[in-house]
């Protein structure tokens, strides 16, 4: 089994940054992909971005792409969101996800999740 643990949330004003962090344990852990998700009150889990952990090249969405940086640590394995420029529609619960490719396109491994509050 592998465990995902999100932490770096908390309240921020608009315009400010945070930086999420995902720890990863398990004697299993070994993604193709980890992943940042995100939830509003009242709205959908939404992508946020994504990494290969091999080759590290990175994916956004668009509502984040240039403020947001996916970046992972594969000797601690962890997964790090930089977020820069926050938004009060940034507000929601991140969490992180890790796909080990059992089924095409499937995260297997989720988060609790950490909340991020952005005040305007």
């Known amino acids: 089994q592998v465990q995902l643990v999100e932490s770096g949330g908390g309240l921020v004003q608009a315009g400010g940054s945070l930086r999420l962090s995902c720890a990863a344990s398990g004697r299993t852990f070994s993604p193709d992909r980890m992943a940042w998700f995100r939830q509003a009150p009242g709205k959908e889990r939404e992508f946020v971005a994504h990494?290969?952990?091999?080759?590290?090249?990175?994916y956004y969405a668009d509502a984040v792409k240039g403020r947001f940086t996916i970046s992972r640590d594969n000797a601690k394995s962890t997964v790090y969101l930089q977020m820069n420029s926050l938004k009060s529609e940034d507000t929601a619960v991140y969490s992180c996800?890790?796909?080990?490719?059992?089924?095409?396109?499937?995260?297997?491994?989720w988060g609790r999740g950490t909340q991020v509050t952005v005040s305007s």
């Open positions: 996800a890790a796909d080990q490719n059992t089924q095409p396109g499937k995260y297997d491994y």
């Open positions: 990494i290969h952990w091999k080759f590290g090249l990175s």
